[in-house]
């Protein structure tokens, strides 16, 4: 599903062994480039997830460990 609000998308992973098992799921969200001309819109430009990205497994919320990413000239500046 998609609006100017939400965006929701489901996902279905089968485990057809018979054990558990452990594996990390990336969602990468879209790149915001820097313009001075033109500023993105910021949901919430205070928090760490100001996409306002929520996970939940069969309807039961789950905290996403966040991996933050920041490249100057395709120099990754993150630290």
């Known amino acids: 599903f998609i609006s100017p609000e939400k965006v929701t998308v489901d996902y279905?992973?089968?485990?057809n062994t018979d054990k558990d098992i452990?594996?990390?799921v990336a969602f990468p969200m879209p790149d915001i480039e820097g313009d001075p001309n033109?500023?993105?819109a910021i949901p919430d430009g205070q928090s760490d997830n100001?996409?306002?990205?929520?996970v939940t497994i069969d309807g039961?919320?789950?905290k996403p460990q966040l991996?933050?990413?920041?490249?100057?000239l395709g120099?990754?500046?993150?630290a």
């Open 60 to 62: 039961v919320a789950a």
């Open 38 to 40: 033109e500023m993105p």
């Open 75 to 78: 120099i990754d500046i993150s």
């Open 22 to 24: 452990n594996a990390i």
């Open 50 to 54: 100001f996409l306002g990205f929520e």
């Open 67 to 72: 991996e933050q990413k920041a490249f100057a």
């Open 12 to 15: 279905v992973f089968r485990n």
